[in-house]
């Protein structure tokens, strides 16, 4: 059975860190790019960060450049995403799934590969 699972998350105070993950399994996730999404109540999803399958190049949004490093272990069939200087406004629920990264495109094709998401929430 092919599942993403994302763990990892959980509630920090603003300026803290965490460590999300992303298992893969029933396939091999080191063919793939692979993303993370974060959607927030009453907010569409933002493509946060991606990695490309080949020369593992990366994308970072705006919002959370130089905070947020995307990497990934073959060995553990994972892909991970490092949180630090966490802000309020990364508050959303997190997701992993296979995308299309590439200059200037990063998105999911229809049959791509979801996690069901792990909650972040910023506060004190």
């Known amino acids: 059975q092919v599942q993403l699972v994302e763990s990892g998350g959980g509630l920090v105070q603003p300026g803290g860190s965490l460590r999300l993950s992303c298992a893969a399994s029933?396939?091999?996730?080191?063919?793939?790019?692979i993303g993370w999404f974060r959607q927030a109540p009453g907010k569409e999803r933002e493509g946060v960060s991606c990695?490309?399958?080949?020369?593992?190049?990366?994308y970072y949004a705006h919002s959370v450049k130089g905070r947020f490093t995307i990497s990934r272990d073959d060995a553990k069939n994972a892909v991970y995403l490092e949180m630090n200087s966490l802000k309020p406004e990364d508050t959303a629920v997190y997701s992993c799934?296979?995308?299309?990264?590439?200059?200037?495109?990063?998105?999911?094709?229809?049959?791509?590969?979801w996690g069901q998401g792990t909650q972040v929430t910023v506060s004190s």
């Open positions: 029933g396939f091999t996730l080191r063919s793939y790019s």
């Open positions: 990695m490309s399958a080949g020369d593992r190049s990366t």
């Open positions: 799934a296979t995308v299309l990264c590439l200059p200037g495109l990063f998105t999911t094709e229809d049959d791509a590969y």
